[in-house]
């Protein structure tokens, strides 16, 4: 698998470990100074953000992916992924986003890891 194969295959990842509540899995793919920037302009670090995921403050029930763009630069990456999502947050009900997530990520110890996230609508 080429490397962005690799950052592609982790966006998917962390839609479907979002959809199982999976703060293990979504560990796995953060980097320690990940950082999550809501819609709302909220700016969350990972743990913060895990905890509203684990007390269903954010549900998300799934996700199709429209597209996901790579750029790689060294050991720097930047991804676009734009996916249809069916969630319920705040206390809202259920409907379903056009959400586009632009990540950083970084590689670590040759490891590729998101250090940023910033989610919007397309």
Same mark, same amino acid.
């Given at each position: 698998?080429d %490397?962005? !194969?690799?950052?592609? %295959?982790? #966006?998917?990842?962390?839609w479907?470990? =979002?959809?199982? /509540?999976?703060?293990?899995?979504?560990? &796995?793919? =953060?980097a320690?100074? #990940?950082?999550?920037?809501?819609?709302?302009g909220v700016?969350?670090?990972?743990? *913060?953000f895990l905890?509203?995921?684990?007390?269903?403050?954010?549900? #998300? #029930? &799934?996700?199709?992916?429209?597209?996901? !763009? *790579?750029k790689?630069?060294?050991? $720097?990456?930047?991804?676009i992924g /734009? &996916?249809? *999502? +069916?969630?319920? *947050?705040?206390?809202?009900?259920? +409907?379903?986003?056009r959400?586009?997530g632009?990540?950083?990520? $970084?590689? !670590?110890?040759?490891?590729?890891?998101?250090? &940023?996230?910033?989610? +919007?609508?397309?």
């Open positions: 698998m %490397e962005r !194969e690799i950052i592609r %295959e982790m #966006y998917r990842k962390y479907r470990y =979002m959809i199982a /509540k999976d703060a293990d899995g979504l560990r &796995s793919l =953060m320690k100074d #990940y950082c999550l920037l809501h819609m709302t700016k969350q670090p990972a743990e *913060v905890k509203g995921l684990l007390d269903g403050t954010f549900n #998300y #029930y &799934s996700a199709d992916h429209d597209g996901i !763009e *790579v790689i630069d060294g050991d $720097r990456a930047t991804m /734009k &996916s249809r *999502v +069916s969630a319920a *947050v705040y206390g809202a009900r259920r +409907s379903t986003w959400l586009r632009d990540f950083t990520l $970084r590689k !670590e110890q040759g490891i590729w890891r998101f250090t &940023s996230s910033r989610a +919007s609508t397309y």
